[in-house]
């Protein structure tokens, strides 16, 4: 069964924002880091930041003051806020929900930056 859908990709001009957002199961939120990674064509998956289940955060560094990530422990959503995007940030961005021994992948949104 689906446990993770993400929503809120698209098209967007440089310098515009998007929010992501990751709709997991409860038993799954409950128990599991988040994160939010990211894959351009071509290129390998990386990370774009996690978040914790005590709300810890952390960016790759590139990315770090463009992108704000966030979890609703009541509605049980991760968000990825991202502003000022660039063409750069053209990927689909996946959805991650893990602890030891568990890796969970969303479907992944298409993000796309164009001008």
């Known amino acids: 069964q689906v446990q993770l859908v993400e929503s809120g990709g698209g098209l967007v001009q440089p310098g515009g924002s998007l929010r992501l957002s990751c709709a997991a199961s409860g038993s799954i939120f409950s128990t599991h880091n988040m994160g939010w990674y990211r894959q351009a064509p071509g290129k390998e998956r990386e990370l774009v930041a996690t978040?914790?289940?005590?709300?810890?955060?952390a960016y790759a560094d590139s990315l770090k003051g463009r992108f704000t990530i966030s979890r609703d422990n009541d509605n049980n959503k991760v968000y990825l806020q991202m502003n000022n995007l660039k063409p750069e940030d053209t990927a689909v961005y996946y959805c991650?929900?893990?602890?030891?021994?568990?890796?969970?992948w969303g479907q992944g949104t298409q993000v796309t930056v164009y001008s």
């Open positions: 978040i914790s289940r005590g709300g810890g955060t």
């Open positions: 991650k929900a893990y602890k030891l021994g568990s890796d969970l």
